[in-house]
């Protein structure tokens, strides 16, 4: 039994390499590709690893690209239960343009799930312990069940766990339906939330607030990026300011962000210890190449310079 359980429903492969400048209709002097395992959920597991935890990473796998991506997450020590598809693992291509800093990044549509791998991938959360976490993270593939949301919620008010979703889209507002205990979207993801419930042209916390109000989830960290995070909760509005670093790659951020999160709830944190540290996280994920994620030294470095501000009370 494990206290972190991750779902990863539309893992890849990450190819990471550079170029000097991106032009069309020429050939691209490229440096030799980073190889990594990737996916919102298998980010997390990998993350949680680096800070010196462990979580289980459950997800499909199909064809080489899905052995390759089981075998580099073993070779991570990363627990893993993946369940075979019939299909191949996708492929996600992220280029950074070395002469400005610029990234593109190319995800690739990945392939559908049968009843019976949704439903195995479910069975998996039998491994969690009671009281503890269940991360689903990252997109879901076409088509996917409506319902998926509401069973995952069900197995972890069974077994009194604590449910995180990093999704966007269709999939954040199937899970707000559901309820959550911890939602993390990025500013553009609220933006196109609150777009869906009809709350356009309210700022982020604004809707946020709306979320904790209306019992959809009990807290909703919203990932600024570069800026760092804002927690709304029931008791209001925190801001936790990033520090500055030296970007590299972005690709990962908000995963080693979910990651530090979580692992320090599971030890026993306050929800602002926990989010101080998870920012901390994301800017050291930012500091490493690919989707290296983050380095448990440079988090230890840069959480004391993280501050926490309390912004002006929402009016009512």
């Not at 997390?44 to 064809?63: Q, S």
């Not at 070779?75 to 019939?86: C, D, F």
């Not at 210890?273 to 470095?301: F, H, I, K, Q, W």
Request: proline residues 6%; hydrophobic residues 40%; neutral net charge.
């Amino acid at each position: 039994m494990v206290q972190i359980v991750t779902l990863t429903f539309n893992p890849c492969i990450d190819k990471s390499f550079a170029t000097e400048t991106i032009v069309p209709d020429r050939k691209l002097a490229c440096t030799s590709p980073r190889v990594d395992p990737g996916g919102g959920g298998i980010n997390v597991a990998r993350a949680i690893g680096k800070l010196g935890g462990a979580a289980l990473a459950i997800y499909p796998a199909g064809g080489p690209q899905g052995q390759l991506l089981t075998d580099l997450l073993r070779e991570e020590q990363v627990p893993v239960r993946p369940v075979r598809i019939a299909g191949d693992t996708r492929e996600n291509i992220n280029v950074t343009e070395s002469s400005c800093g610029r990234q593109y990044r190319f995800v690739v549509k990945g392939p559908a799930l049968t009843e019976k791998v949704w439903k195995e991938c479910l069975e998996g959360l039998d491994e969690v312990l009671k009281g503890g976490y269940i991360v689903v993270s990252g997109s879901l593939p076409e088509p996917w069940p409506e319902d998926i949301f509401v069973k995952i919620r069900k197995m972890a008010d069974d077994r009194r766990a604590h449910l995180i979703v990093d999704t966007s889209g269709k999939g954040l507002e199937a899970a707000l339906r559901a309820g959550v205990y911890l939602v993390k979207p990025s500013i553009r993801e609220l933006e196109s939330l609150a777009l869906a419930m009809g709350l356009a042209g309210g700022e982020p916390c604004r809707t946020a607030d709306y979320i904790v109000g209306g019992g959809l989830a009990e807290v909703v960290v919203i990932s600024a990026g570069p800026g760092g995070a804002m927690l709304v909760t029931k008791e209001g509005v925190r801001e936790f300011r990033a520090p500055e670093v030296c970007k590299v790659s972005t690709v990962g951020a908000g995963d080693s962000m979910v990651a530090g999160i979580v692992l320090n709830l599971s030890r026993g944190a306050s929800m602002e210890e926990a989010v101080r540290y998870g920012v901390a996280c994301g800017s050291a994920a930012v500091m490493n190449p690919g989707t290296a994620l983050c380095r448990r030294e440079d988090v230890d470095a840069l959480c004391a310079r993280v501050d926490c501000v309390v912004p002006v009370m929402l009016k009512q």
